[in-house]
């Protein structure tokens, strides 16, 4: 399975001592109350932390800004069902947490409900979650990190990658 190639792939080609250089790491940011604890939560044992073999769906996203990576991995059942998933993540414990929650969302869904889902989250992480966000579940603590706007690309990265492995998986012939 071909995973997504990102235009930032090229930076493998730099030397390491200008990555550094053109890639600083973003101080991780104070979370605070049960929203902040709960992303910590996650940060500190992420859910579905593994790899799988032979996944469906398979996307990675990078941030060339920070050098932070999402990886992504769905096995669908014989319904088109998550059945299985694959979720890790490096770099900072937003970017780790946003994986761990996202994933913890997928299990047993269809890729239309996994789509809804992502719409949702990254409505709410945008705008604000509403009263009808409730099922978001765990992913509706990440809105303790809207009050970093520059941070809110880490907790959306794991979502973007996602979105991709579904696209190139939609777009496979047969
Ligand atoms: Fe890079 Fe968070 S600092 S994804």
């Known amino acids: 399975m071909k995973l997504r190639q990102s235009p930032c792939a090229k930076l493998d080609t730099i030397p390491i001592f200008d990555r550094l250089i053109s890639m600083p790491q973003l101080p991780d940011v104070p979370l605070d109350g049960l929203y902040g604890d709960l992303v910590m939560d996650h940060y500190r044992n992420p859910r579905n932390h593994a790899s799988i073999s032979d996944a469906d769906v398979e996307a990675e996203e990078f941030n060339p800004f920070c050098g932070d990576r999402a990886t992504l991995q769905l096995k669908l059942d014989g319904q088109g069902r998550v059945s299985e998933i694959g979720a890790r993540a490096d770099g900072c414990s937003i970017i780790q947490a946003a994986t761990s929650m996202l ?3 997928l299990h047993g869904k269809s890729l239309d409900e996994v789509a809804e ?24 603590a990440l809105q303790v990190v809207r009050q970093y706007p520059v941070r809110i690309k880490c907790a959306l990265l794991p979502l973007t990658a996602l979105e991709e492995g579904i696209k190139a998986y939609r777009a496979r012939p047969g």
Do not use: P, S, T, V
Not at 120 to 138: I, P, Q, S, T, V
């Open 103 to 105: 994933c913890d969302q």
């Open 117 to 140: 889902i992502g719409e949702r989250f990254r409505h709410a992480m945008k705008n604000g979650a509403g009263d009808d966000d409730l099922e978001l579940g765990d992913l509706l």
